[in-house]
């Protein structure tokens, strides 16, 4: 599309190599031109920032160096950066031209598309993301307007670079993207990843099904508010009779949550493409009601002229193929992008003659397609068939001179009409049993490609196969076919057999020494699933450690697998032994054998009870120790050696005061009663020995 506006830049040269042809959109970051690169000799799109950007020089130094990564990422859904730059103030990206229309075209003029044609667009525009996820690439900013659909079928997601330098380098960055595609965590200020590229995939999945956008407000702060409290509804609501897996898809994508959503656009391509195989044709070509209100005017008068209303998106092409996850290699479906592209070029918008990309919504509103055209060389090869067709036309009578007679004549127009009826005949049978006829596909499914290809031959149809991953489907054997078994074509239309190379395998991630939540959180961004968790004690790891695994890190394995991991319980308890009254040495074996260390301590103690060299306390004295954990002992010197004074002729209450103060025990003889209370006899006496011996006394 180009913009007939008068523009200051237009008609001059940047950067003595980019010359300035039309001004093509204007939006709140930069303006976009239509420009010829004098180098190379070829249009770009050129988009010059707005003097506020251009003037802040860290980001540009951000600018240009997201420019130069984005520019080593070179794929087919991907619109290429070539060149990067300033020009006294003018800074500058360029970008590879493309000639179309945008998805923001296409949903203005046509509202709610049938899920088949939703699927089909929407695919390319996932495997471009995936592609730059791969890469390290988060794009920011997914909407309509910047997803491209050429006049060739090419359809191509653009603006890599910008997005991720303004988010960076500037305060413009503090909430970039179109407030009706941008994820919860980008409202709230969080870091942006791969999952918030798959939410605005989500909701222009939505507004493609259902012809208007989930969350709408006065202002851009209502939608905001709307996109981190709200929850996107079910299309179905809006188009009822859609498929559940289609409403399941879309509020997969925009979960509230990230980690709620697939975890790149990888893992969405696979369920979009498992999910556009097995959707019956009702349910692709399931009509909306915004659809056939919006004037579908000229779909109807097409469908009045055709028997099989599925091939009208792709004129006499087949329906657009869907694919399971795994099925393809990225970029080989460009037949049904390029039939999406044709259903929406003949049946619902213009082809635009050139598109480049605005980078938000405030575009100004005057664009109008240009006329087409054309170059030197096809304007000459154009004049020189009209002089053809005018000379033949000057030569041809328009009165013959001869009148003839009447036999000949009717002579002619008998073999004009059996001329007429062999044609008739001819077409019949090439419509009815020749190679025009139209015929089922047969059903293939685990077969070999000889048996398959033999049963395609049959009924007339010429095979083509390509390799795809499959987890059911043993290697080497048929899938599928592309159309699927039971769709009717003509019999010179090809058939893709799809053979089976056996399930995709991806290597398992390292998880020991990680924590059982680092476990869990990369088996599940690993598309794996977490299997029996075991505990065990571990002296040398922490509580909660992971151990091991089975399968081992790095083993090939399909999505889903189960991985069994060991969790440690920390160091084992060890109860503590009890040896007090066992001999030192006896002790010592005793808290070795446990598993613990014995230390002696170098004071031994005096004990009434404890014989000398035997154990008379422990620190600690029972509970339990990890391994290695120390038990002190305290050695008994035995007991204490005391001196017996003698008390023979004291009072014997005295005595037995004085023996018992000295740490004795008193066992008291009386004879003929104690009448006198007077010690009469003591033993032992005047020597010493141990402490709480027995002194006897004896008192008359």
């Known amino acids: 599309m180009q913009e007939h506006v008068s523009d200051p830049l237009a008609g001059t040269l940047v950067d003595n190599r980019y010359a300035v042809t039309s001004r093509l959109a204007r939006g709140g970051m ?36 997201e420019a130069k990564a984005a520019a080593r990422l070179s794929h087919p859904h991907v619109v290429g950066v070539l060149d990067q730059g300033n020009d006294g103030n003018t800074a500058y990206l360029v970008m590879e031209y493309i000639k179309g229309h945008t998805l923001r075209d296409v949903l ?22 995936a592609a730059a996820h791969d890469a390290g690439f988060i794009h920011r900013d997914v909407k309509p307007e910047n997803v491209l659909i050429a006049d060739d079928g090419r359809i191509k997601i ?39 590229d798959v939410y605005s995939v989500g909701i222009m999945l939505y507004e493609m099904l259902t012809g208007r956008q989930p969350f709408e407000g006065e202002v851009p702060i209502q939608v905001a508010y709307q996109h981190v409290n709200g929850t996107v509804g079910p299309p179905s609501d809006l188009v009822p009779g859609l498929a559940g897996e289609v409403d399941e898809l879309v509020q997969w994508c925009t979960a509230n949550d990230p980690e709620n959503r697939p975890v790149d656009a990888s893992a969405l391509l696979q369920e979009l493409r498992h999910i556009r195989t097995h959707l019956t044709d009702a349910e692709l070509d399931l009509q909306p009601p915004a659809a056939a209100a919006a004037g579908s005017q000229h779909q109807t008068e097409v ?33 049904a992008q390029g039939q999406a592209a044709d259903a929406l070029t003949h049946t619902a918008h213009p082809a635009h003659p050139g598109l480049a990309l605005p980078d938000d919504d405030d575009t100004d509103s005057g664009w109008s397609p240009p ?61 009815g ?47 599928g076919t592309e159309p699927a078994a039971g769709t009717e074509i003509r019999k010179f239309q090809p058939v893709s057999l799809l053979v089976s190379k056996g399930p995709q395998l991806f290597p398992l991630p390292k998880l020991a020494g990680g924590t059982l939540t680092d476990a869990k959180n990369a088996l599940n961004a690993a598309g794996m699933a977490l299997g029996t968790v075991t505990e065990q004690f571990e002296d040398q790891a922490a509580a909660g450690t992971v151990l ?19 969790v440690s319980k920390g160091p084992q308890p060890i109860p503590v032994p009890v040896v007090v009254g066992k001999a030192k040495d006896d002790a010592v074996a005793a808290v070795k054998a446990a ?99 027995v002194i006897t006394i004896t008192v008359v």
Do not use: C
């Open 303 to 335: 469908l009045a002229r055709s028997s099989h209303p599925t091939t009208l998106m792709a004129g006499a092409r087949p329906a657009v193929p869907a694919y399971p996850p795994g099925r393809q290699q990225r970029g080989q479906d460009h037949d």
């Open 158 to 196: 653009g603006d890599f670079g910008l997005a991720r330098a303004v988010t960076s380098s500037t305060s413009t960055g503090a909430l970039i993207g179109t407030v009706a595609y941008i994820s919860p965590e980008l409202v709230l200020g969080k870091p942006a990843d791969a999952r918030s």
């Open 371 to 431: 006329p087409p055209r054309l170059g030197k060389r096809a304007q000459r090869r154009a004049d020189k068939e009209n002089g053809k067709r005018l000379a033949l036309a000057a030569a041809t009578p328009v009165r013959t001179l001869r009148e003839g007679n009447a036999r000949r004549r009717g002579v002619l127009w008998i073999v004009v009409l059996i001329i007429a009826a062999l044609l008739a005949t001819g077409a019949g049978w090439f419509f």
């Open 595 to 693: 598993g613990l260390t014995a230390a002696v301590a170098p004071d031994e103690v005096f004990d009434r009870n404890v014989p000398k060299g035997a154990v008379v306390s422990q620190s600690p004295a029972n509970g339990t120790l990890t391994r290695g954990g120390t038990v002190t002992l305290t050695v008994s010197k035995g007991p204490k050696m005391v001196q017996v004074p003698s008390y023979i002729g004291k009072q014997a209450s005295d005595a037995r005061k004085a023996l018992e103060a000295l740490g004795f025990e008193v066992r008291v003889n009386n004879i003929l009663g104690g009448f006198f209370g007077t010690v009469r006899d003591q033993s032992p006496v005047n020597r010493e020995v141990p402490e709480g011996s």
């Open 548 to 566: 091991s695994q089975d399968p081992a890190a790095g083993t090939p394995s399909r999505h889903g697998t189960p991985v069994q991991i060991a």
């Open 108 to 129: 203005k003029d046509r509202g709610a598309l049938p899920p088949r044609l939703a699927l089909a667009l929407i695919d390319p525009v996932v495997e471009g993301l």
């Open 433 to 479: 049993m020749g190679p025009g006829a139209a015929a089922a596909v047969p059903a293939v499914s685990n077969k070999t490609v000889a048996q398959a290809q033999q049963l395609l031959g049959g009924v007339g149809f010429r095979s083509t196969t390509s390799d795809v991953f499959d987890d059911q489907v043993p290697s080497g054997l048929v899938v």
């Open 30 to 65: 930069s303006t976009v031109y239509l420009a010829v690169d004098q180098r190379l000799d070829r249009e770009v799109a050129l988009k010059v920032l707005h003097p506020h950007l251009a003037a802040d020089e860290n980001f540009l130094g951000r600018l240009g160096r």
